[in-house]
Antibody, heavy 121, light 107 residues
Framework: QVQLVESGGGVVQPGRSLRLSCAAS????????MHWVRQAPGKGLEWVSV????????YYADSVKGRFTISRDNSKNMLHLQMNSLRAEDTAVYYC??????????????WGQGTLVTVSS | EIVLTQSPGTLSLSPGERATLSCRAS???????LAWYQQKPGQAPRLLIY???TRATGIPDRFSGSGSGTDFTLTISRLEPEDFAVYYC????????FGQGTKLEIK
């Protein structure tokens, strides 16, 4: 069965960096676009970033553009999110999610359990 | 950016009743690119419906989706105790945006 397991969350000071990871199993990782979605405490869902199946294309929400970088290692079935210049408003649970089908235009058919990032001094 | 507005914000119903949740888009959207998710407290979202009306794998047939253009609906025909949760619509045709959610609570 599909499994997505995030790691790397924690408490970090404003302006610092953090790297999230997502370990994927149970499907052909190299065939799927992958996403990061976040949810601030008590709030709704916000899409953060997507990476194509082969890593050649990436897109970001305006709120994180220029600060976050998504990447993947298909040899290790791993997805990453490098988060720099963190702000208090980046505090959220970060989910990795698998895109349905091979391209970008699909719903998110499997989600990890999430990892909490808290940006606070 | 396509903005999705869900209504009502909170819906109070009893088990066995019918639930109707609405999602309105700020501009016309192909029904191909509209999904619904269910999220329970402390859990990740779960895909229920995609393409506006196609149930995801393992989703009971009491869940159905409909709509086109700017107006979409999620219907739960007979509420089970496990259906009380927060529901989000999402569009994935022009970048990705979610509605703000509808909380379905037990009356």
């Amino acid at each position: 069965q599909v499994q997505l397991v995030e790691s790397g969350g924690g408490v970090v000071q404003p302006g610092r960096s953090l790297r999230l990871s997502c370990a994927a199993s149970g499907f052909t990782f190299s065939n799927s676009a992958m996403h990061w979605v976040r949810q601030a405490p008590g709030k709704g869902l916000e899409w953060v970033s997507v990476i194509s199946y082969d890593g050649s294309n990436t897109y970001y929400a305006d709120s994180v553009k220029g600060r976050f970088t998504i990447s993947r290692d298909n040899s290790k079935n791993m997805l990453h999110l490098q988060m720099n210049s963190l702000r208090a408003e980046d505090t959220a649970v970060y989910y990795c999610a698998k895109g349905y089908g091979g391209g970008y235009r699909g719903p998110f058919d499997h989600w990890g359990q999430g990892t909490l990032v808290t940006v606070s001094s | 950016e396509i903005v999705l507005t869900q209504s009502p914000g909170t819906l109070s119903l009893s088990p066995g009743e019918r639930a109707t949740l609405s999602c309105r888009a700020s501009q016309s959207l192909s029904s191909t690119y509209l999904a619904w998710y269910q999220q329970k407290p402390g859990q990740a979202p779960r895909l229920l419906i995609y393409g506006a009306s196609t149930r995801a794998t393992g989703i009971p047939d009491r869940f159905s989706g409909s709509g086109s253009g700017t107006d979409f609906t999620l219907t739960i025909s007979r509420l089970e105790p496990e259906d009380f949760a927060v529901y989000y619509c999402q569009q994935y045709g022009s970048a990705y945006t979610f509605g703000q959610g509808t909380k379905l609570e037990i009356k």
